[in-house]
């Protein structure tokens, strides 16, 4: 079941920039530290970043670093992905997840996609070279 609603995704040229959202669908619940994921065509899921309850801390995949920006709206209980300078590899499904309780661990503990308790059902995003 959808629990996590993406949007945003599109086709895009290379050094373009696209801005991902994800916010809870249906049912209200809380969401704590939340999560991006991508699976290009052909490959394993993979982690791209992360961000705390409060948006005081972030993480990133070394691939994505410093061109993509997660960041969070607690009042509107939306996370955003903010992509520039994307590149041909940077096509995928990309997926948000979110933890449904506090475990209270660093912001480094959430690579894992096993650890989070609510996913996105994904959303395309292709970089055209």
């Known amino acids: 079941q959808v629990q996590l609603v993406e949007s945003g995704g599109g086709l895009v040229q290379a050094g373009g920039s696209l801005r991902l959202s994800c916010a809870p669908s249906?049912?209200?619940?809380?969401?704590?530290?939340m999560g991006w994921f991508r699976q290009p065509p052909g490959k394993e899921r993979e982690f791209v970043a992360a961000?705390?309850?409060?948006?005081?801390?972030?993480n990133y995949a070394a691939s994505v670093k410093g061109r993509f920006t997660i960041s969070r709206d607690k009042a509107k209980n939306t996370v955003y992905l903010q992509m520039n300078s994307l590149k041909a590899e940077d096509t995928a499904v990309y997926y948000c997840?979110?933890?449904?309780?506090?475990?209270?661990?660093?912001?480094?503990?959430?690579?894992?996609?096993?650890?989070?308790?609510?996913w996105g059902q994904g959303i395309q995003v292709t970089v055209s070279s």
């Open positions: 961000i705390s309850v409060d948006g005081d801390s972030t």
């Open positions: 249906g049912r209200t619940f809380s969401t704590y530290t």
């Open positions: 997840a979110a933890e449904g309780y506090p475990r209270y661990r660093g912001i480094y503990y959430y690579t894992d996609g096993g650890i989070y308790d609510y």
